[in-house]
């Protein structure tokens, strides 16, 4: 058994300070570890683009201490409501969403990444978490008792863990999962950032043919707007064509997304576009050689069609740090961690894959069908991905 001074030795090097990175490296620093976090930008850099984060997703940022941080910085949608309309704005039903946090929260918040980080970063301050920034891992060396660590920096230090928390083009998974890389899903995704009309408080899915079209709040001015479409392999666009190009993309819609993407413009300074060929981690355990842990995207990464990747990602960070925790040594609590989360973020996975093919049907009799069925087939789709997912997450407690 663990004594409490030998968990409040332990060190753990963090590598990479995204979502998942921040999150475990406030929740082990909750738990009295010694926590080092390295970052391979050289400044802190973020998508100005948004994220909606769920319930389920909240209630493991509650967790850590900074939901309500969150909620203050973002625009909860506490209705729960999912508005949905045909290409031409025509309406096509509402769904609700629920609460499964366990407390009060809302069903939907939608925030700006560069705020996420902006609050997880603030968290990791004050529990006086440093991180590292334009610095990378050279080396791994384990000796089953520790990973010895070499930094770009030619530093060399030992630690008892080591988390790639790195991304969906992880270093630490393609150091010690060479064979593993992401997988192109046939979808490109397009974003921009706009000022939010006062009226526009719902989050809004627009359905074309072979294209989905969405509108989410992310603060008490702005919004933004992410839209996918089938694309090639391969497919690759100029980023100075970007603005142009997502106009053209979505050119068949009309209000109320119709205002925000006539405002893209390449001379525009107000709205920033940002397009991503959409790629997932099919990765089966087990994710840890040893004491080397790949958690978040590099482990899972999903398809943002259920807008899950975050929760996923702090989940991740919440499960492990109470496995930690717990009377386990590390090699136990992580083939534990295991089994508790790759169900669960298998069948996430599975689900937004599932989403994103009906939503990339391209003729539009198979479209018809689908858009007539809505009314009466969402609502409950919402709510039994739901029911599955805490089903889920009681079995692996």
């Not at 482990?299 to 109470?322: E, K």
Request: hydrophobic letters at 45%.
């Amino acid at each position: 058994m663990k004594t409490e001074s030998a968990k409040q030795s332990q060190k753990v090097l963090i590598v990479g300070a995204g979502i998942a990175g921040c999150s475990a490296a406030i929740a082990l620093a909750q738990s009295d570890w010694c926590v080092t976090v390295i970052e391979k930008q050289p400044q802190w850099q973020f998508q100005s683009s948004g994220i909606f984060v769920y319930s389920n997703g909240l209630a493991q940022f509650n967790q850590l201490g900074v939901m309500h941080e969150l909620i203050r910085a973002g625009y909860p949608i506490h209705s729960g409501r999912n508005v949905y309309l045909d290409a031409q704005g025509r309406h096509i039903v509402d769904v609700v969403y629920p609460n499964v946090g366990g407390e009060p929260m809302p069903p939907i918040l939608g925030v700006k990444r560069a705020e996420m980080h902006r609050v997880l970063s603030a968290k990791l301050a004050q529990l006086g978490v440093s991180v590292q920034l334009g610095t990378t891992v050279a080396s791994l060396i384990q000796d089953g008792a520790a990973v010895q660590v070499g930094l770009s920096d030619g530093s060399q230090s030992s630690f008892d863990l080591v988390l790639g928390t790195d991304g969906i083009r992880s270093s630490i998974r393609a150091l010690l999962w060479p064979d593993v890389a992401p997988t192109y899903t046939g979808f490109g995704v397009w974003r921009s950032v706009h000022r939010r009309p006062p009226e526009l408080v719902d989050k809004i899915m627009m359905m074309g043919v072979g294209k989905r079209l969405g509108i989410m709040p992310i603060s008490e001015d702005k919004l933004y707007i992410f839209g996918t479409v089938a694309e090639p392999k391969g497919t690759w666009f100029d980023k100075a064509t970007w603005p142009q190009t997502m106009r053209d993309k979505f050119g068949e819609f009309g209000a109320p997304v119709r205002q925000f993407l006539d405002e893209i413009s390449a001379e525009s300074t107000d709205t920033e576009v940002l397009y991503t060929a959409v790629e997932e981690v099919i990765m089966p355990t087990p994710w840890h050689q040893g004491r080397v842990l790949l958690i978040g995207d590099a482990a899972h990464a999903s398809t943002p069609f259920m807008g899950q990747g975050g929760a996923m990602a702090v989940q991740d960070a919440v499960v492990l740090a109470q496995l930690l925790a717990a009377d386990l040594d590390v090699p136990a609590a992580l083939q534990v961690f295991e089994q508790r989360r790759a169900p669960v973020c298998q069948f996430v996975q599975d689900a937004s894959r599932r989403v994103g093919q009906v939503g990339a049907v391209e003729d539009l009799a198979s479209y018809q069908k689908t858009i007539q069925a809505m009314p009466h087939t969402a609502q409950g789709h919402v709510d039994g991905f739901y029911q599955e997912l805490m089903r889920l997450n009681s079995l692996v407690r």
